[in-house]
């Protein structure tokens, strides 16, 4: 049956960018795009229900409106939203330590200073 062909076709689909030997019929993202639209307008075709009809042929025509690697694209752009909201706890994390790390330290300068000024400068040593 056609669903039963989609099924088929929709296999190598998903094994797309894994090594050679676990065997994809697709070379590529494109091809495989279009052997799911192909397949899916067959469905959209010969299928008793208006309402599947309809809905592979608008899964299909999305497909074809979309382009090729458009589902790569997006999910490049997800992957990276996710890295910035990951990444942002450690760069703050980062930011309290090193203004931790600072405050010490100009304490200190401004104790050294107050030191010199009142003794006149004969704690200033190099």
Do not use: C
């Amino acid at each position: 049956t056609a669903l039963d062909d989609l099924n088929k076709k929709l296999l190598p689909y998903d094994h797309l960018g894994q090594a050679p030997e676990q065997g994809s019929e697709w070379t590529n993202e494109e091809e495989g795009e279009e052997e799911e639209r192909a397949a899916k307008i067959v469905v959209s075709d010969v299928h008793m229900d208006p309402k599947v009809k309809e809905s592979y042929r608008i899964e299909a025509e999305d497909l074809e409106s979309t382009g090729p690697g458009a589902r790569r694209k997006a999910l490049n752009v997800l992957l990276k939203e996710v890295l910035v909201l990951l990444a942002t706890p450690f760069a703050l994390a980062g930011t309290v330590i090193f203004v931790a790390g600072s405050l010490p330290y100009g304490v200190g300068s401004i104790l050294k200073g107050l030191g010199n000024l009142i003794t006149g400068g004969l704690l200033n040593s190099k």
